[in-house]
């Protein structure tokens, strides 16, 4: 039997070493492959002739999610800040409230600024503000400018609950708070038969106002949290009572008016206030062309840009263009980046090219700012009907198909 | 059947289960359904994918299943091969090896004095199997890039089937049988330049569906014409017949990058594989030598997918001729038998007019490991094509190694 098992080793041993042996392909057979060859094409729209349009307008943002709250005026536009508060308090100091046994004796409010707008906004910029109580219910879950607009939060404009100047720093803003605004609040939630109800407060800029300050919002980590501070003074003249609170929500509300520009030359976006464009190609392409680039190249006019200290101007989005809105709340339609290289804003939006290739409908990409929550920074583009149209969005393809 | 070769056998398969990604023929399978598979084991390697006047007691024939009456003992035989394929044209030239298991079949003897036996197993029919890559030199933006082509897969074959002795020994034989399998073909285009997603074609046609084989032998009919030192002169047919094969049918395209799926086009379609005709002739000379010729036709211009007939495919002749050496005489069963055969085939491929030809050599030995088993190795050399006229030639070896283990089933042992 070993000599069998000789023998069988003999012959597998060479079939193991040949079948581990082969050459890279090469081109042979080639031309006998027919429709499967395929060809390597290319699309551009400043030279394929691709009729374009491009426009600007405003949109809303619901900004409750942002990390940062902005206050002030400055470019045409304003922007507010409101807070709710949970205060909890406990029982033995709604007892002391209720039989007046305590009293606010001082309160303020302390926010830590982060950026200023416009960038050359500094601490001697002229800066002025009010605090309003709100006078109905709300919830910043979708609170945007429309709401505001639409009166879903009141107050009474005339009644300004700050006290004294503001002390501001670099990184520290501390404003005094009328005591018996603060006293309301804490008697609401002492007293639940107690009027006028809180429902937070709303700071709005002054007139005078030239900057815009980027505040630290609520965050996960609690680092510079906005903050209210109420001290509480017994009526025996024993011990104070200092209570501190985080809100329990926050938002902002950036209001203005769309950026005034000739627009046929011109398209623009601007965070906070919710102002995009919106760009479209007639694109000629086969049907079943496959994508492999796709990329949309913006040009800038940065004379025209307005941003802030935070100069987060460098990167775009492009946001594929549904039926009723530009949205990624399905992931499918997570927005692509635009990077500045230059004075040309690029990136590649080959998955939404394939799109509209598959849907058969192209409505466009909208064009957004990267930190449309967080500021109001302004960008400015040359539009589809730019009098050089070297300068107009421009689309460029590479793709694959059948021969 | 002894354990320690079946235990040969497993390792042998399992090492060779390792080597089915590869490349094996050429651009030509991708027309039709590829290479017409005729033979899975290192026998019927050796003569020539032949045999259907043959009806032998010592293997599964595959051409014929009236083959099976013959058989003594149940059966169990599987191989597994080895290409070596060199593929060239005018320009270039590549070396292609691949092993792969290639099938197993299990037969039984019911009767052997009417003939009857059971067979079994699941065997290739066809075979794609191609590579080929374009390199690409670009100054453009998407810098240098390729284009790779793929062709794989293939229809296999699950069969059930028996044979019966009529009067006068005419063998007959039937089988019912399941094809299915699936056809690739695949294209791949990547660029040096990162940022440009690579694009993937990819073409499959998915056939399943029912067919038979019918095969007849006649008794030796040497007694009629009294050729001298001739026996056993018989002469063999047998039909392979395949119905119209319910092939679901996918077209996708796509690239690397999310959400970029495009089903462009899926769907069902059917499949007309024409028939195959066997026809052959065998006898025995000088008691050593079993002679035998072949000849197969395969109308393979009606073929057809979804109705669409292909101008790439003509008809396909086929011819074989060769020889068995078996030894006689005392100690016979534990001697090698030899065989060898030449074959010329007119093959199913017409490419821009010109008909592709096949012209090959085979060659084997069955080494006995005990009186009713043995280890075959087959060997089959030879070339397809030309590399004129923008064709490709081929140039082939196959090496196929297999086992057949015997063993008397249902014969009730004595009990002392």
């Known amino acids: ?403 | 059947m002894k354990f320690n070769s079946f235990r040969i056998a497993i390792v042998i398969v399992s090492i060779f289960s390792g080597f089915v990604v590869a490349q094996n023929s050429s651009t030509y399978t991708r027309n039709g359904i590829g290479d017409v598979e005729n033979s899975y084991s290192a026998r019927s390697l050796g003569i020539g994918e032949a045999g259907s006047a043959i009806s032998d007691a010592d293997f599964i024939n595959m051409i014929n299943p009236a083959g099976w009456s013959g058989l003594r003992t149940s059966r169990l035989e599987f191989g597994v091969n080895f290409s070596g394929l060199t593929v060239e044209d005018n320009n270039n030239k590549s070396y292609f090896g691949k092993g792969q298991f290639t099938g197993i079949t299990l037969a039984f003897p019911v009767s052997t004095k009417y003939g009857i036996a059971l067979a079994m197993g699941i065997v290739p029919y066809s075979n794609v199997s191609y590579k080929s890559k374009q390199y690409m030199t670009s100054t453009g933006d998407e810098g240098n890039y390729n284009i790779s082509y793929e062709g794989s897969g293939g229809l296999n074959k699950l069969f059930l089937g028996t044979s019966l002795k009529l009067f006068n020994d005419f063998e007959l034989g039937a089988t019912l049988e399941y094809i299915s399998g699936d056809l690739n073909y695949n294209t791949q285009i990547t660029f040096e330049n990162t940022n440009i997603a690579s694009a993937n074609y990819e073409r499959s046609v998915k056939p399943k569906g029912v067919g038979t084989t019918l095969g007849l032998i006649t008794p030796d009919i040497n007694s009629l014409l009294g050729i001298k030192n001739i026996k056993n002169l018989k002469v063999g047919f047998s039909a392979d017949i395949i119905g119209k094969l319910s092939s679901d049918t996918l077209l996708i395209s796509y690239t690397t990058y999310k959400y970029s799926a495009d089903t462009a086009n899926l769907g069902s379609a059917d499949m007309k594989v024409p028939y195959r005709l066997n026809f052959g002739l065998s006898f025995i000379y000088s008691d050593n030598y079993q002679i035998f010729a072949d000849y197969t036709y395969q109308p393979w211009t009606n073929y057809s997918l979804n109705n669409a007939k292909y101008s790439t495919l003509r008809d396909l002749n086929k011819f074989t001729a060769g020889f068995e050496y078996h030894p006689t005489g005392p100690g016979s069963g534990m001697k090698t038998i030899w065989r060898g055969a030449l074959g010329y085939e007119q093959t199913q491929y017409n490419i821009d007019g010109n008909g592709i030809n096949k012209f090959f050599v085979s060659g084997g030995f069955s080494l006995p490991l005990s009186p009713e088993n043995t280890m075959d190795i087959g060997l089959q050399a030879g070339f397809i094509g030309k590399k004129e006229v923008g064709l490709v030639r081929e140039n082939f070896i196959n090496l196929s190694a297999g086992f057949s283990f015997g063993e008397i089933w249902f014969f009730r042992s004595d009990k002392y």
């Open chain 1, 1 to 403: 039997m070993r000599l069998h098992y000789l023998k069988v080793f003999l012959f597998i041993l060479p079939l193991i070493i040949f079948a581990s042996c082969s050459d890279d392909p090469t081109s042979v057979g080639l031309s006998q492959l027919g429709d499967d060859l395929i060809n390597l094409k290319k699309y551009d729209t400043q030279t394929d002739s691709t009729y374009q349009t491009s426009t600007f307008y405003k949109s809303t943002f619901a900004l409750g999610s942002a990390s940062r709250l902005l206050l002030g005026k400055a470019d045409l536009v304003e922007s507010s800040i409101l807070f709710r508060f949970s205060y909890s308090l406990a029982d033995s100091v709604k007892t002391q409230l209720k039989n007046k046994t305590s009293y606010v004796s001082n309160a303020w409010m302390e926010l830590y600024p982060k950026y200023n707008f416009p960038a050359k906004a500094s601490l001697t910029t002229p800066f002025y503000f009010r605090l309003h109580s709100i006078n109905q219910d709300w919830t910043v879950s979708g609170f945007n400018a429309d709401s505001l607009a639409a009166g879903k939060v009141t107050y009474d404009a005339s009644t300004n609950y700050v006290s004294g100047n503001a002390s501001a720093t670099d990184t520290t803003f501390v404003f005094y708070i009328d005591k018996t605004a603060a006293t309301n609040w804490l008697m609401s939630d002492a007293d639940t038969s107690f009027y006028p109800r809180d429902y937070g407060m709303i700071l709005t800029p002054a007139a005078g106002t030239q900057k815009i300050i980027e505040f630290q919002a609520l965050n996960s980590s609690s680092s510079d949290e906005p903050s209210l501070t109420i001290v509480l003074s017994k009526t025996n003249g024993y011990d104070n009572d200092t209570l501190t609170f985080t809100p329990a929500s926050d938002t902002h509300v950036v209001t203005g008016d769309i950026p005034s520009l000739n627009k046929q030359e011109y398209i623009a976006i601007q965070s906070g206030l919710a102002v995009e464009s919106l760009i479209k190609f007639n694109l000629n392409l086969p049907l079943h062309a496959v994508i492999n680039y796709a990329e949309l190249d913006l040009t800038a006019d940065t004379t025209k840009f307005l941003y802030g200290s935070d100069t987060t101007t460098t990167t775009v989005y492009a946001i594929y263009y549904s039926k009723d809105s530009a949205t990624w709340a399905n992931a499918e339609y997570d927005p692509i980046t635009l990077t500045k290289s230059g004075k040309i804003y690029s990136g590649n939006i080959a998955s939404y090219v394939k799109k509209w290739l598959n849907t058969s409908n192209n409505l466009g990409v909208v064009i957004r700012p990267s930190d449309y929550l967080d500021s109001v920074n302004k960008l400015v583009f040359k539009g589809s009907n730019a009098v050089n149209y070297l300068e107009r969005p421009r689309l460029k393809i590479t793709y694959t198909i059948n021969k």
